[in-house]
């Protein structure tokens, strides 16, 4: 189970760790910085290992969403902390908050960010210059006399200025004493470049007439006419593509996020003293009531004070029909209206709304590291350091067995430019930011990369009724007419006389009555019968509206045929609700907590994954039975109290099942906590929300179903992601070293393998 994430008073910190020695000792804040200068895993580790050995930090550093999440006790600074990561060698920021400013926006148009510009304008100088030079070496027809200078010539701006920002950061990593991809990508580069040079000034490839063939594998040449000038440019700009390609992807991969913080409304029509005054969102505050014209935005959460309207809120649920809302109905902020005008009273602004608690629930999830990723960044941190061995002893080795230098030294630049800890250190954090932002549009909200783990092992689920099953509001159900009474009639006088009382049954009937026979005549004489229903005066009849001990007062019996119809609906756990006037019962109505309309789809499409529903209910044993029977549920606990749920949940884990838990009230948190997999319908409370590892914003349960596949799919990936990258450097590292590849196929092969593992993941924004 995870727990919440706080940014984080002390008091919020000492309430998440008292039970802990640690919180005893020290209160904790927490920080999210934005890491600058990273340039693989590697970078990552090493950020992270600094932070973790400052005295009471927990630090972890995502390399995908550079950011770094640290708790940090009393005593340490935040500004300590960007000062530890700066001398690591990498820079280091608190983010701006995560709503955008509109201004800031326009100013910086998705896709146009200053890295990824850069990159491109090196990639296209690069590639124009590398071209002629990869070809001319390729193909002896294109060899004319003195070519080689040519190449040279075209190859030197290439690794100097395409590559200066490997070389910058290969330079900065040892002066620190440390060594990433850079610096495999900087040394292997200048390696293959100095050979070159040394070949055409002292050797024998500056003669005018010099030829030479390509070879995709190790070819022993005599060293002093070998130049590698193509494998320098062609390494340094298939890699710059890849980093391109890189970043461009890593955009996609959080674009749903960024789609999702830009959702909100820019300014709100606020009702100031009678008139309209349009403002910046900025400045409403809770209280204010604002106007919503058909085709706007919703500007925050709130209730509807005026007017009546359907609302689309497809962008925060993923429910792609609109809900009909009027006075008293709640509205999310970013919904749009789609018809009427409304009037809405804020009720949560800014930070505190759907909108916003949902982005810092998705970003709080990118940013975490699951179990898998944390295996794959130890070993990025090592990687590093054991192909710079690597390559040594392949080139001691080669000159040893073979005494070739050009042979020797080809191998060992494979070496180092094939090694590629970025697929590594890739595979999991784009497939959480394309499987979290894909959760979001859809309504379901992932907490953290943990979550997914419990995904895949759960084999029971167990279905809160109240709310989750059910719709948790007593609705009419069916209406029993005696012989000669007219349907319609019974419903519009049973309905006036209840439209008058504030019984939750009595609110079920008169709605029922008014959806299904129009507009309620007015009661005269209403009287409320304590614990027995309601009696008064409708259109001139005496009416009489309750239990059937209210009827008995008036001296009035039930016929056999509506006595029948009150226990069936009785023996189905429904409240039955007799009718009479003029002396004579007319008819009997049956109430209910309401089934969900896809609830049995839900349940079924809960045991296509494998999953044995169990519905866990307060209520009598009676309708819990009736309800499970309905909607496909063989295992019912019913009659239990709130606090014995968490009991429910803990028997069933000690029969060795996996347990996920749905369910949407207060009382529903702690077994929601304990269960193996906590989801939370976001129709509910905040206590079951905050308990939940999975938030479901619609209050469908098939969305449950969906949760857990998405969860699923998106763990499938990064193990697919993570087979790839361990099984790329496995197989490519020895054929490098035993002298199969050439240096600049390496170098290909190395770009390519990162970009494979971000386009694989990006497939998850098909997830339907």
């Not at 080689?148 to 920002?165: C, E, H, I, K």
């Not at 005696?482 to 349907?487: K, L």
């Not at 614990?531 to 409708?538: A, F, H, P, S």
């Amino acid at each position: 189970m995870t727990s919440t994430v706080h940014e984080a008073t002390a008091d919020e910190a000492r309430a998440s760790e008292a039970a802990t020695p640690e919180a005893q000792i020290a209160d904790t804040s927490q920080v999210e910085l934005s890491i600058g200068g990273m340039t693989c895993a590697s970078c990552a580790a090493r950020v992270e290992k600094k932070l973790n050995r400052m005295a009471g930090v927990t630090a972890t550093v995502n390399f995908a969403t550079e950011r770094a999440r640290v708790s940090y006790p009393d005593g340490i600074e935040v500004a300590d902390l960007i000062a530890t990561v700066e001398k690591t060698g990498y820079t280091a920021e608190e983010p701006p908050p995560p709503a955008p400013e509109p201004a800031a926006q326009e100013s910086a148009p998705a896709g146009r960010d200053p890295e990824t510009t850069s990159l491109r304008q090196r990639l296209l100088g690069s590639l124009t210059l590398s071209v002629p030079v990869v070809l001319m070496a390729m193909i002896p027809a294109l060899q004319f006399d003195n070519w080689q200078w040519l190449s040279l010539t075209l190859a030197a701006p290439v690794v100097v200025w395409g590559a200066y920002p490997f070389h910058r950061a290969a330079w900065t990593n040892a002066r620190h004493g440390a060594a990433t991809m850079d610096t495999l990508v900087s040394v292997g580069t200048l390696a293959a470049f100095g050979w070159s040079l040394w070949a055409l000034f002292f050797g024998h490839a500056g003669m005018p007439d010099m030829r030479h063939t390509f070879d995709f594998s190790v070819s022993r040449t005599d060293g002093s006419s070998a130049i590698y000038l193509e494998v320098a440019a062609g390494v340094v700009t298939f890699i710059l593509l890849g980093r391109y390609l890189e970043a461009k992807s890593k955009r996609k991969a959080g674009a749903a996020l960024r789609a999702l913080l830009e959702l909100g409304a820019k300014d709100v029509a606020v009702l100031r003293d009678g008139s309209e005054v349009r403002v910046p969102l900025a400045q409403l505050a809770v209280g204010d009531r604002f106007v919503v014209r058909p085709g706007e935005k919703v500007a925050t959460d709130g209730t509807v004070r005026e007017g009546h309207s359907a609302v689309d809120a497809s962008m925060l649920t993923g429910e792609s029909v609109p809900v009909d809302v009027s006075v008293g109905d709640t509205v999310a902020g970013a919904t749009v209206n789609v018809s009427g005008r409304l009037v809405v009273e804020a009720a949560r602004v800014g930070a505190d709304t759907q909108l916003a608690r949902m982005a810092r629930l998705v970003e709080n999830a990118q940013n975490g590291k699951a179990d898998v990723q944390r295996l794959a960044d130890r070993i990025s941190a090592v990687f590093v350091p054991v192909v710079l061995v690597v390559a040594l002893g392949t080139l001691v080795t080669w000159l040893l067995l073979t005494g070739d230098a050009t042979a020797a030294f080809t191998a060992a630049v494979a070496v180092l430019i094939i090694a590629c800890p970025c697929a590594l250190g890739l595979a999991t954090p784009t497939a959480l930011m394309v499987g979290t932002g894909r959760g979001a549009q859809l309504g379901i909200l992932i907490k953290g990369p943990e979550v997914l783990e419990s995904t895949r092992r759960v084999d029971t689920v167990v279905l809160d009724k109240t709310g989750t099953v059910t719709t948790g509001r007593m609705t009419l159900q069916d209406v029993f007419a005696a012989d000669g009474v007219d349907e319609q009639e019974l419903l519009r006088l049973a309905g006036a006389l209840e439209h008058a009382s504030e019984h939750p049954v009595a609110r079920a009937v008169a709605a029922g009555a008014a959806d299904r026979a129009g507009t309620l005549p007015e009661p005269e004489g209403f009287e409320n019968v304590a614990g027995l229903g309601v009696q008064g005066v409708v259109e001139g009849h005496a009416v009489v509206v309750g239990r059937e001990k209210l009827l008995a007062q008036w001296a009035i019996e039930l016929p056999d045929a509506l006595a029948a119809a009150k226990a069936a609906a009785e023996a189905e756990g429904r409240t039955a609700v007799a009718v009479a006037w003029d002396g004579e019962a007319r008819g009997v109505l049956t109430v209910a907590d309401a089934i969900k309309e896809t609830s049995a789809e839900a349940v079924e499409r809960l045991r296509a994954l494998g999953l044995t529903p169990v519905l866990l209910t307060g209520d009598n044993r009676l309708v819990a039975e009736s309800v499970a029977r309905t909607v496909g549920i063989d295992e019912v606990h019913a009659e239990v109290l709130p606090q014995d749920k968490v009991a429910v949940v803990e028997r069933l884990q000690g029969e060795g099942r996996s347990v996920a838990m749905v369910g949407d009230g207060v009382n529903d948190a702690a077994a929601l906590a304990t269960a193996d997999l906590g989801l939370a319908m976001g129709t509910g409370t905040d206590a079951a929300i905050e308990a939940g590892d999975l938030t479901l914003v619609r209050g469908d349960l098939r969305v449950a179903a969906d949760a857990i596949r998405l969860s699923r799919r998106t763990l499938a990936t990064i193990k697919g992601n993570l087979f790839w990258a361990f099984g790329y450097n496995v197989a490519a590292l020895p054929l490098a070293a035993a002298g199969l590849l050439n240096p600049m196929i390496a170098g290909a092969a190395m770009a390519f393998s990162s970009v494979f593992v971000v386009t694989n993941s990006l497939r998850l924004r098909s997830f339907t």
